[in-house]
């Protein structure tokens, strides 16, 4: 009777504060989004970390292309990537900052983390420590990150709050490449391999689910012996079709891993994006996405511009847009801006079993037996008023 009771003023609540505000525009889908990842979802972590070997993307070219002005941020883009066109059509401005920008402020960490979520991915980051070690966060890392996020957000606004917020919070991956590029280099036993790796991802799915996180969107590994980097060494400009089967391999036991773990952790929800998929459906028709160039990098230099990372005096393509990748290992703007869209709508079966959109739907409301489609609406409407009207402002005015 309680939680009738509640339910019922907090929909007699809804129903004022939609009428005082009048039109509005539609609220976002998840109340915060969390990356881990490396160099494909990196929004700037690796800036901060110290050493000559580190990847970083903080100066021109890079960022050229950047909403609102040219600006190198740490994306290895000419803009946005994908990680920022997710954000988007979840119903953020775009990827959450950085959470190595944010360390040094607890107060902007946190409420960075309530309002809109962190991003701990790292430029050469590995599922396994040992991939390109001392020169990145690796995944293990970036959960411990999360860990102590969690740890002061439940300080902030209690531990039921702050687990409410991270089961309605979309997690996104993109992971796997480093660790299969470095083997790559020096092959060796390709089953222990695949052991280890998805015992390191499951691991970290698992320790996240631990800290109350249910809605996993997971992007596999795509055609990495198609970039320009790896193109550039064949004679003929071909891909390396050796390094693309260790990545489809990779692939066919991260898609057993999460079917497994769904079935496993009660209330676990994802949708597994197929950027590898996704890629041989554009390099076989190009010009129905708009490219002119599927092989070599709009910014670089030398063969394929795959001599080079994008530099201050790189040479650049004509038209960003009309190439695939802006540089010799990473996708263009454009690209990042079709992938999210391929896997928020799930067109094509480029993701699975559901999309990246079903997925930030699936809401607590629903999870709890929800029948009724408007009592639906309003629990959702009010996590969402809970969370971004008034738990904020406390945090302000505590502060």
């Not at 690796?46 to 993307?57: D, E, I």
């Not at 970036?142 to 687990?163: C, D, F, I, L, P």
């Not at 060796?188 to 969107?217: E, N, Q």
């Not at 391999?249 to 996704?278: E, T």
Request: proline residues 5%; aromatic residues 8%; hydrophobic residues 45%.
């Amino acid at each position: 009777m309680g939680c009738l009771v509640m339910v019922t003023i907090l929909q007699v609540c809804l129903i004022i504060s939609a009428a005082a505000a009048g039109p509005r525009k539609m609220a976002r889908l998840v109340p915060a989004m969390y990356v881990f990842g490396d160099s494909t979802l990196d929004v700037g972590n690796n800036n901060y970390l110290p050493g000559p070997n580190v990847p970083r993307a903080n100066t021109p070219l890079n960022g050229v292309d950047f909403p609102g002005g040219a600006r190198a941020t740490g994306r290895f883009s000419n803009g946005y990537h994908v990680a920022d066109f997710i954000a988007i059509k979840l119903g953020l401005k775009e990827s959450p900052p950085a959470y190595l920008s944010l360390a040094p402020r607890p107060s902007d960490l946190l409420l960075s983390a309530l309002a809109t979520g962190v991003s701990y991915a790292s430029a050469g980051a590995g599922i396994l420590d040992s991939t390109n070690a001392g020169n990145n966060i690796p995944l293990s890392k970036q959960v411990r990150y999360m860990e102590s996020t969690k740890a002061a957000m439940e300080a902030r606004v209690g531990k039921a709050a702050a687990r409410l917020l991270l089961s309605r919070s979309f997690f996104l991956f993109s992971v796997g490449s480093n660790d299969i590029s470095v083997f790559a280099a020096a092959p060796g036993d390709v089953a222990a391999l695949y052991a280890s790796l998805i015992s390191g991802y499951s691991t970290a799915i698992t320790d996240l689910y631990g800290m109350g996180a249910r809605k996993f969107g997971i992007v596999n590994v795509g055609l990495l012996g198609c970039v320009p980097a790896a193109r550039a060494l064949s004679a003929t400009g071909a891909c390396n079709d050796g390094l693309n089967q260790l990545s489809a391999g990779f692939n066919d036991k991260l898609r057993s891993l999460m079917a497994g773990l769904a079935a496993r952790l009660p209330g676990l929800d994802y949708s597994l994006a197929d950027n590898y998929n996704l890629s041989q459906v554009t390099f076989a028709n190009p010009a129905a996405s708009g490219y002119v160039n599927i092989d070599s990098a709009c910014c670089g230099s030398g063969r394929m511009g795959a001599d080079s990372d994008c530099l201050p005096n790189s040479t650049t393509c004509a038209d960003h847009d009309r190439f695939v990748f802006w540089d010799r290992g990473h996708p263009s703007q454009r690209a990042g801006e079709l992938s999210a869209a391929a896997y928020l709508d799930g067109a094509a079966g480029f993701t699975a079993p559901i999309s990246f959109d079903q997925l930030a739907r699936k809401d607590l409301a629903i999870q709890l037996g929800c029948h009724s489609t408007r009592a639906c609406y309003a629990l959702r409407t009010f996590i969402h008023l809970f969370f971004h009207r008034y738990s904020i402002k406390l945090l302000l005015l505590v502060d």
